[in-house]
């Protein structure tokens, strides 16, 4: 896992992970960063933001970031993904079609 948590070093262990196929360390990654980073601090933080005038932007980060979890889960947890991938307001492609690992 990355040393401070952020999105950055986590997609590069993720990367890093997927590469040598320990996938238990790409869930446990995903995991810690999903709940512990983004649930618990993203999205807490960002709830007094919605409600500013800095909302637009806010929603955007946050749109941003879990696109960029669901493309990192894809490849362990593809249908679950897909699924979700499609009910993202204005997003209608597949994520199998133009997939590629986020840039890390």
């Known amino acids: 896992m990355g040393a401070d948590g952020t999105q950055q070093d986590d997609c590069s262990d ?3 992970a997927l590469d040598e196929y320990r ?3 790409v869930a446990e ?3 810690h960063f999903t709940w512990h980073t983004f649930c618990d601090w993203y999205i807490e ?3 007094p933001m919605l409600e500013s005038e800095t909302a637009d932007t806010t ?3 946050l749109v941003h970031v879990f696109r960029t979890i669901l493309e990192m889960l894809h490849p362990i947890i593809p249908f679950v993904t897909e ?3 499609q009910l993202i307001p204005r997003e209608k ?3 199998y079609n133009h997939y590629e690992f986020p840039f890390c």
């Open 83 to 85: 699924e979700v991938w």
């Open 29 to 31: 990654i995903l995991y």
């Open 14 to 16: 993720t990367r890093s």
């Open 93 to 95: 492609t597949r994520v």
């Open 59 to 61: 929603k955007w980060v």
């Open 45 to 47: 933080l960002s709830k």
């Open 23 to 25: 996938f238990n360390d």
